[in-house]
């Protein structure tokens, strides 16, 4: 890396945090850096779907700043401090042991079955037993059901969700509930990103209300 683009983002970050460097950048932590990274990571969302390559070179970045950012944060632990090549020394290991129909000469036949063995991997990796670990809780409502909707189904756990949408019944917190997970799940059983599919109707609703104001 040398010489490259990225160890020189590593000598700005180091001096920007350094003594002498920016008071702003010198008094952030893992914990007040976290809104910015899922900001970035949505804004980056969006160029995607825009397409707009220049905005998605911008957004990338931002994002690949937070990385190096919470990596130079983390240098500076008394207790279990690393650095941004242990982050690249872990991810490039990782990257090699769940891919060995790349690395070690396993054979597979098509995505699913890579996706299969990255799953059994994984679970061996950190010894899961349940469908439940390792998934956070705490991320929006909508992907975190389809998340757990694939994490039974790849456990073999049966769920029953409900079997259909009573629109016309008088809606509170429960129902309103149910009839998004009975969404989710049929969204789920066709194949269909419930997140990505919603995203789309925002984006067309969102052109509605542009074309509205404008009239």
């Known amino acids: ?19 002498g ?26 160029a995607v779907h825009s397409g707009h390559r220049v905005d998605m070179r911008e957004e990338l970045g931002d994002v690949l700043l937070q990385v190096y950012f919470h990596a130079r944060i983390a240098q500076e632990d008394p207790v279990d401090p690393f650095s941004i090549e242990d982050v690249a020394e872990s991810i490039a290991d990782k990257l090699i042991r769940r891919h060995p129909h790349v690395f070690a000469g396993e054979k597979v036949e098509n995505a ?20 439940l670990d390792g998934i956070a809780m705490g991320q929006p409502a909508l992907p975190l059901i389809e998340k757990l909707l694939y994490r039974a189904e790849k ?25 998004l997970l009975t969404i989710i799940a049929w969204a789920h059983s066709n194949g269909i990103d419930a997140e990505a599919a919603l995203r789309k109707e925002a984006s067309r609703l969102s052109q509605q209300i542009s074309t509205i104001e404008a009239r």
């Open 155 to 179: 456990y073999g756990v049966p769920v029953v969700t409900p079997p259909h949408v009573e629109l016309d019944a008088s809606a509170d917190e429960f129902s309103v509930g149910q009839a």
């Open 21 to 46: 460097g920016c008071p702003w950048d010198g008094e952030q932590t893992h914990e007040s850096l976290l809104k910015y990274l899922l900001e970035e990571s949505y804004e980056f969302v969006d």
């Open 112 to 131: 699913e079955e890579v996706v299969h063995n990255w799953e059994a991997i994984k679970r061996a990796e950190k010894g899961r037993t349940s469908a």
């Open 1 to 19: 890396m040398e010489g490259s683009q990225l160890s020189r983002l590593v000598k700005v970050m180091d001096q920007l945090r350094s003594p």
